[in-house]
């Protein structure tokens, strides 16, 4: 079992900054992959961004690419999401994922095994 405990969510104005953090417990060395996932009501939930535990390649959706910036502590079992120049659009709540195998970066929810609760980041225009 892997679990995953979300924080830095908060209000923000559009153009802003927060970084997201994900810290992981457990059977950690199973871990192949940590992603961010989005939901906004009334949508699915979406890929955000996704990255290589043991080598650090990374993967971004096309809608924050050149934005966003996932990276990892592996001393601390920590993934990172740094959101920079925000708009209201990304307003949802963010979750992190493990994943333990499959693709090499994985994009597909149903590829990840272990999710946390989810913060709420909402960015007002």
């Known amino acids: 079992q892997v679990q995953l405990v979300e924080s830095g969510g908060g209000l923000v104005q559009a153009g802003g900054s927060l970084r997201l953090s994900c810290a992981a417990s457990?059977?950690?060395?199973?871990?192949?992959?940590m992603g961010w996932f989005r939901q906004a009501p009334g949508k699915e939930r979406e890929f955000v961004a996704t990255?290589?535990?043991?080598?650090?390649?990374?993967k971004y959706a096309d809608s924050v690419k050149g934005r966003f910036t996932i990276s990892r502590d592996n001393a601390k079992n920590t993934v990172y999401l740094q959101m920079l120049s925000l708009k209201p659009e990304d307003t949802a709540v963010y979750y992190c994922a493990a994943s333990q195998g499959g693709s090499w970066l994985p994009i597909g929810p149903n590829e990840y095994g272990y999710w946390g609760q989810g913060t709420q980041v909402t960015v007002s225009s």
């Open positions: 990255i290589r535990w043991n080598y650090g390649a990374t």
């Open positions: 457990g059977r950690t060395f199973s871990m192949s992959a």
